[in-house]
């Protein structure tokens, strides 16, 4: 079987979220995004800060030990955030059903997309996998070189950078060399 990093029919990208709090309350404030196109094309990166609902704000939480790790205020998203209707939309254009979507986080971050898209009314049209799929076909050596990298790496804890750092080390990994990344465009 193929490995799916080499499969010229579906897209890879991985997605990470920035969320106001861990646990019951909790909502999505930032989404990143990195587009794996091939082991010669540059990483393709976006992110968009989210607006929180008025409903969020009342019946949510927010926590200021998780502000201090993203960095992100509750003042910067209500004033910079996009309606969750557009990063919904942003989402879906992006990423499609033809995506294989991975994350370092799947029962958080679908718990935080399940939110972000009930409240805008809109249906998910990717489905997300645990990054652990991407790596199903390494060997000994590939596991042990990801798991090094990714232990000893810093940690942004700003969505688009996550991401990023998820899919360079991947990507370094499988195919051996360096990435570089550029913004997305849509």
Not at 20 to 35: K, N, T, W
Not at 131 to 139: E, G, I, K, S, T
């Amino acid at each position: 079987m193929k490995n799916i990093l080499s499969r010229s029919d579906r897209n890879i990208a991985i997605l990470d979220i920035e969320a106001c709090a861990l646990g019951p309350g909790s909502f999505p404030i930032e989404i990143g995004v990195a587009l794996v196109r091939g082991p010669s094309e540059p990483i393709g990166v976006g992110a968009k800060l989210i607006r929180p609902t008025t409903d969020w704000i009342e019946a949510g939480v927010w926590s200021k030990s998780s502000e201090a790790v993203h960095g992100i205020p509750l003042e910067l998203v209500q004033r910079e955030g996009e309606a969750i209707e557009e990063v919904c939309d942003w989402l879906n254009g992006l990423l499609g059903s033809n995506t294989i979507v991975a994350t370092d986080a799947p029962r958080y971050d679908q718990d935080w997309l399940d939110t972000l898209f009930e409240a805008a009314g809109r249906e998910q049209r990717f489905r997300v996998f645990d990054f652990q799929v991407l790596m199903r076909d390494f060997n000994a050596d590939q596991h042990r070189h990801l798991a090094y990298r990714l232990r000893h790496d810093r940690v942004p804890h700003r969505a688009a950078a996550d991401a990023l750092r998820l899919a360079s080390v991947l990507m370094e990994t499988y195919w051996g060399h360096p990435s570089r990344s550029e913004p997305l465009s849509l």
